[in-house]
Nanobody
Framework: QVRLVESGGGSVQAGGSLRLSCGASHTTTRRTWFRQAPGKDREGLASIYGSTIQYTDSVKGRFTISRDNGSNTVYLQMDTLKPEDTGMYYC??????????????????WGQGTQVTVSS
């Protein structure tokens, strides 16, 4: 069982920045950030697997995922935030073999989430 803990959410104005952190109780090969806006499905934003990094189109050029292997922490640096970035942000691990990284149903472990609110 992998325990994931997110932190770093908050309220910012449009154009601002936040950095989210995802700590884990065990080493994970892949870790992915998801966002769930009110009334919408959970959306895969960014994933890191070794040296491979993947982003969904809506955050490319604005968000950066990185990891610190020493502390077993994955970060999501979010710049140029927009009101549509508002939502609960979750960290996930344990992607089932062969599944798409952006499919939330294919992950076994989730954190409790951290809220991000971007005002215009």
């Amino acid at each position: 069982q992998v325990r994931l803990v997110e932190s770093g959410g908050g309220s910012v104005q449009a154009g601002g920045s936040l950095r989210l952190s995802c700590g884990a109780s065990h080493t994970t090969t892949r870790r992915t950030w998801f966002r769930q806006a009110p009334g919408k499905d959970r959306e895969g934003l960014a994933s890191i697997y070794g040296s491979t990094i993947q982003y969904t189109d809506s955050v490319k050029g604005r968000f950066t995922i990185s990891r610190d292997n020493g502390s077993n922490t994955v970060y999501l640096q979010m710049d140029t935030l927009k009101p549509e970035d508002t939502g609960m942000y979750y960290c996930a691990a344990g992607l089932q073999y062969g599944a798409n990284w952006y499919s939330p149903d294919q992950y076994n472990y989730w954190g409790q989430g951290t809220q991000v609110t971007v005002s215009s």
